[in-house]
DNA sequence: GTTAGCACTCGAAGGTGACGAGTGCTAACA
DNA sequence: TGTTAGCACTCGTCACCTTCGAGTGCTAAC
């Protein structure tokens, strides 16, 4: 027995409506609200076969069949390569783009806000990364007598800033032209490469220990801690209206790993910079999210760097709209981060 | 009828066993566990009395009493008056600050994680905000041939940046004459007092216009939206696990507040800075939070900035408990901000 | 003033039966 | 040979009932 047209017309009835009402479907539906031309006996006889072919889950006796992972798959896949992905909210995210954003950490933060609003999901927004940056810049701007700020500009025009001790007096000129050194001996090197060159530095710039040292040690903690970048979660809550988190263990569960950021970026960053990436349940590879579908886009920023943001939903998930709101969404955000901040 | 000693410390025994338990409490149950040396129906007429009183409620008939918020009012009156805030895990706290971290963002960041797995509530700490800072240098640093960073130090080692263009090539000296320039004409301005001085200093130097308007445009974007400073909230999934929230739609209000995060802000504010603040139930002022209470403490940073940190719980929360922890993280934090990154 | 005793209340838990959605199978039909 | 009507069967849901027990208030005795 093999998949044919007929089935996958059932096959594509039953996951929408699953996917609008959360509820088992059954044959009579399927022959009544879609009008297949078929009785709902057909309808059962097919659906028998659809699960056999694995694409239908049954989760008990009486009750109507459930696409499975597979199904999802399939139906996601269909999705992706008819391509037909629709432009529904287009206008209304770049209305809300509009405005000058200037800190990437708005921007980000704002776009997590704004894809949960738009699909009800949980949206994870992850800022740029790429192969590790190099100095750009370096300067030191005063802060107190004893102490100041360095501030280093990565060639992808990142900011990192710290504040450090300075030993001993240092007015503005003087702290100037350490910059202007650090800047010329450092320029182009990675954090890696300018921690393992600070001792060369040090001694020609010589007087100046306390300082270095400190110096060192911020590059040298930046460099081991790869900064994970920014990361926004936004609607977190939305989860707990599907009826499947109405059980409080799993709703906590779920939140809890939503709180543990290290490891919700790992597996929203697990989507290795495809384009698109859509993981159904036990393919996210995290026991947590066996009934969790994981949708990622990539967006770029400039020097080639890949940010990703992602939905995470049940797995009957509103597949399309979500794919044509992360595409708009990505879009929108790669001409910020490209376009608008570039030179 | 008064409030007596006897009555006082049954109440303070129905309390606390009403926070370990969650569970209405009976006559009998405090006759038996808490010795007394009273027999149930002693304390049922106990009860009836401090009912009356206001302190009990009573949620039907047949079940034990639960303190009201009047019950609770009294019972952290009496442990801030007595002092007696216990140091329990003041060693933990410290060893956990003990690596030096650079950024004031994660160390909120930190606190926030600390205080809710101290607790088992839900943690939320806000970065130091007093009257509007000064500003103490400015400094332009070069990202590209077009952009630079524009970096303000406050008088309070505040930094805040932004990447703006400048008009036409400018390189790194240039920059830093500007810098000097700008910093001996702002130092000591408010954000506000800058945007307005900016026109004047537009003649000073002159053939800048477009760099000028756009750290206008910075200034005054920056002094518009009074930058809600850092906030991390941590544990707010640790709600869940009390039975006052198996209620999944009480459960999703309670979250979806937490992810507002300016009116989340507000509230924790609104305690106005008092070393210590309590608020039960209704007092918290916010009609979702008619059974939580809230507890903030107050930190300092340098220049008598004021910083916050709260716990939100369920209102029998265990108070004694949550004070005595943010005490200890007050503490730590008011170190770490005027000691270590001071002069 | 304290306590034992007792009737009473009421929520929680568990059991029962009607209901209905949905299935699989069979036999009839085109 | 594919489609459909019919029917027996399954099983979860819901409403209803009973039982159980924790807890109360009241009264009378100590």
Do not use: W
């Not at 287009?90 to 509009?98: M, N």
């Not at 738009?118 to 102490?147: F, M, N």
Request: proline letters at 4%.
């Amino acid at each position: 027995m093999a998949m044919d047209d007929r089935k996958m017309r059932i096959l594509q009835a039953i996951i929408d409506d699953y996917i609008l009402t959360g509820v088992p479907v059954g044959s009579r539906t399927i022959s009544k609200k879609y009008d297949m031309g078929l009785s709902s006996a057909t309808i059962r006889n097919e659906m028998s076969d659809l699960e056999e072919l694995g694409f239908l889950d049954q989760p008990h006796v009486s009750a109507g069949r459930i696409p499975s992972a597979k199904a999802y798959r399939l139906y996601v896949d269909t999705l992706l390569q008819t391509g037909r992905i629709p432009n529904d909210s287009a206008e209304t995210v770049r209305s809300h783009f509009a405005g000058r954003i200037h800190q990437m950490e708005d921007v980000i933060d704002h776009a997590a806000q704004m894809i949960s609003s738009l699909t009800h999901y949980t949206a994870v927004v992850l800022s740029p990364k790429g192969e590790q940056p190099r100095i750009h810049t370096i300067q030191l701007v005063p802060v107190s007598s004893e102490t100041a700020l360095v501030v280093i500009v990565t060639d992808q025009g990142m900011v990192r800033d710290s504040v450090i001790r300075v030993g001993g007096q240092m007015d503005s000129d003087t702290l100037y032209a350490i910059s202007r050194s650090l800047t010329e001996e450092l320029r182009g090197t990675t954090l890696t490469e300018a921690c393992e060159r600070m001792p060369v530095i040090a001694e020609r710039i010589s007087g100046n220990d306390r300082m270095l040292q400190e110096l060192y040690g911020f590059l040298n903690e930046d460099q081991n801690a790869p900064r994970r970048g920014h990361m926004a979660v936004g609607g977190t809550s939305n989860m707990l209206a599907y009826p499947e988190y109405s059980d409080v263990d799993k709703a906590r569960n779920f939140l809890s790993l939503m709180e543990t950021r290290d490891k919700l970026a790992d597996i929203i960053r697990g989507s290795g910079g495809m384009s698109f990436t859509v993981r159904i349940g036990p393919e996210t590879g995290v026991p947590e999210m066996a009934d969790c579908s994981i949708v990622t886009a990539a967006y770029s920023s400039r020097g080639g760097q890949q940010g990703t943001i992602g939905v995470i939903g049940p797995t009957r998930m509103q597949y399309s709209k979500v794919l044509s709101i992360l595409n708009i969404i990505g879009h929108q955000l790669t001409d910020m981060f490209t376009g608008e901040e570039n030179e």
